[in-house]
């Protein structure tokens, strides 16, 4: 049995999986080239240490208490270091408030593992982070097989593999890396029930939403995916009425997973919020980020201005959620035209995302959104400086390339006569839901990552399967 796991596609995929995946951490840790944690990375572990010290989930809002928040982490950050009250010591509280923009599932691993191993978390997070890829891609591989065959299985399992921002992605101890696992395995429960007409459904569907709403506390941008997934489900069981119930069963039980989170928040502003109070901002932040007739900027720093100059304290607060959600609704209602002007705009960047993987180039000594000047937007950008663009930024290139291989290979296989359309359209729905929801508010590459496995098996089908029409394998039975 032990000789057969060894020689089966499970062991390869495996396998390669871990062994990219342990490079790029390696390369992570030599600091060569390589792009360090984000600033964002280093507030949830901030957050993270601050529940340890018994102060709750917290963030800063005055210099002196981002001071303290900061010596913290370099206190915790040290190697070796214990938790002791001198570790964790904030000497005052003034200057902190709850958090509320984000969901608190980074910060409560991060005390977890301060918890549980008592010892600063962050390789310990990078490591969890591989595991749950090697779990991630088992799935992907077991979703290709049942719903295709061995071989797009095999293929699907060695890009998923071989995809350097989804190698990055796990190591970077964010967040969007993280939750990529729980999007995944909320697909697999849901393709699981689909196999099942009795009991067994009801464990699934279940089992479906409790994952994608674990996933809720890391991003929210996901949980409302069921609502959308219905017309996936339906188009490929060809039962309404299952599929609706189905998928608000699923709905239902991610809003109950994320129940704590929103009570938390409705003793706090009064509003029950599962997500965050950063929606009303984003939505602002994607009008600004094209040249647009409101005069949006496309920065954080373009939203504190804007909340301060209306006597909001910040522009992540409950209050200017509301207030920027209104003028969102405001501005896309008195401007539709700039607003699907917007809209269109985005669509290059879906089918030519550009995924990062860490690369640091030496040769960037400007951050592209140094270089868009007051009214120029990105594309006049890239117009003005085009040997610059491509010398500093052909790691991203290389990657809208891939990802318009991808977006090919779905377009072929929809458009040429194939029996398997219904169930490529359910399996790309998490995709198809991810770029919808971002197209219409704001994108980025980090937003789509996450749904990327999804375009990974489409590109693996069409490899397989062939561009030729007569020339299309078939489905396994299940």
């Known amino acids: 049995m032990y000789r057969r796991f060894l020689q089966h596609p499970y062991f390869t995929i495996i396998s390669l999986t871990l062994l990219v995946r342990i490079v790029f951490l390696f390369w992570f840790w ?38 303290q928040f900061n010596a913290m982490y370099h206190r915790v950050s040290q190697k070796d270091t214990r938790r002791s009250p001198e570790t964790f010591e904030i000497k005052s509280n003034n200057g902190f408030v709850p958090e509320i923009s984000h969901p608190p599932g980074m910060p409560i691993l991060v005390a977890s593992i301060l918890y ?63 939750i990529t696992v729980f999007i995944i395995a909320s697909f697999f429960c849901l393709l699981k029930s689909i196999y099942y007409n009795n009991w067994f459904m009801s464990i699934w569907l279940p089992l479906s939403g409790i994952a994608l709403g674990l ?36 709905q239902i039980i991610v809003l109950l997973t994320l129940f704590p989170w929103a009570y938390r928040n409705y003793t706090l502003t009064g509003r029950w919020i599962f997500s965050s109070t950063m929606v009303g901002a984003v939505l602002i932040t994607g009008l600004g980020e094209f040249a647009n007739p409101w005069g949006f900027g496309q920065l954080d720093e373009d939203r504190e201005q804007q909340a301060a100059a209306q006597g909001l304290s910040s522009a992540w607060t409950s209050e200017a959620d509301l207030y920027f959600r209104n003028i969102f609704f405001k501005s896309i209602t008195n401007k539709p035209d700039a607003y699907l002007a917007s809209i269109i705009k985005r669509l290059p960047f879906i089918i030519a995302t550009p995924y990062e993987f860490g690369f640091s180039n030496p040769w960037k000594v400007k951050k592209f959104y140094e270089l868009r000047q007051e009214g120029i937007d990105l594309y006049q950008t890239m117009l003005s400086y085009p040997l610059y663009i491509a010398s500093v930024y052909f790691d991203y290139i290389l990657m809208s390339l891939f990802n318009i291989i991808c977006f090919f290979s779905l377009m072929v296989i929809f458009l040429k006569k194939s029996n398997n359309k219904r169930l490529i359209f359910f399996i790309m729905c998490p995709h198809f839901y991810n770029i919808i929801s971002h197209i219409l508010t704001h994108t980025e590459a980090r937003f789509l990552l996450p749904t990327m496995y999804c375009l990974i098996i489409a590109l693996a089908y069409a490899l397989v399967n062939g561009f030729h029409k007569n020339n299309e394998l078939t489905v396994d039975s299940h």
């Open 30 to 67: 030599s600091g060569y080239y390589v792009r360090p944690a984000t600033t964002l990375s280093q507030i949830y572990f901030m957050q993270g240490y601050g529940i340890v010290a018994g102060y709750g989930y917290i963030r800063p809002i005055s210099d002196p208490a981002k001071a």
């Open 116 to 178: 549980i191993f008592d010892t600063e978390p962050h390789i310990i997070i990078q490591l969890l982070g591989i595991f749950f890829d090697l779990i991630a891609v088992a799935m992907v591989y077991w979703i290709s097989r049942a719903s295709f065959n061995e071989k797009v299985a095999f293929i699907t399992g060695l890009l998923y593999a071989i995809f350097p921002p989804l190698a990055r992605s796990s190591i970077s101890m964010d967040p969007d890396g993280l």
């Open 215 to 250: 996933g809720g506390y890391l991003r929210p941008d996901f949980i409302f995916m069921p609502i959308f997934i219905v017309f996936g489900f339906w188009a490929y069981t060809r039962r309404f009425l299952r599929s609706l119930c189905a998928m608000a069963l699923v």
